[in-house]
């Protein structure tokens, strides 16, 4: 199944560049609103992702870059919507669907 990055950035609703100046987006708080909702520690997402905790916390408090690719290992590993991720990434925890995803089973997820 092929995404269209036009259909993609409609489905996130993303602001025009244009009409918002100075907007901030805290990648690292809502990266780590995601692994709460997921109901993982840090080292059992590191784990998952095959870094380490350190990186996981370095995100989290940005001083790391998120990088894409542990963007798609967090979609593909907790079997999560990669538009999902996205959405709260990019807009927070009001993006989130629910509180507990209905694909991941805590007990799967430890290593």
């Known amino acids: ?24 987006i805290d990648f ?20 998952i992702l095959s870094v380490s905790a350190s990186v996981i916390n370095r995100i989290e408090n940005n001083k790391r870059r998120l990088d894409i690719q542990i963007i798609y290992n967090m979609s593909a590993r907790l079997d999560l919507d990669i538009t999902v991720v996205m959405l709260v990434l990019i807009h927070g925890k009001d993006a989130l669907p629910g509180r507990n995803p209905s694909g991941v089973k805590k007990a799967s997820l430890v290593l």
């Open 28 to 47: 690292g708080s809502n990266f780590r609103k995601l692994r709460e909702w997921t109901g993982l520690s840090q080292e059992t997402l590191a784990n």
């Open 1 to 24: 199944m092929q995404v269209r990055f036009a259909d993609f950035k409609k489905r996130l609703n993303l602001p025009n560049p244009l009409t918002i100046r100075h907007t901030m």
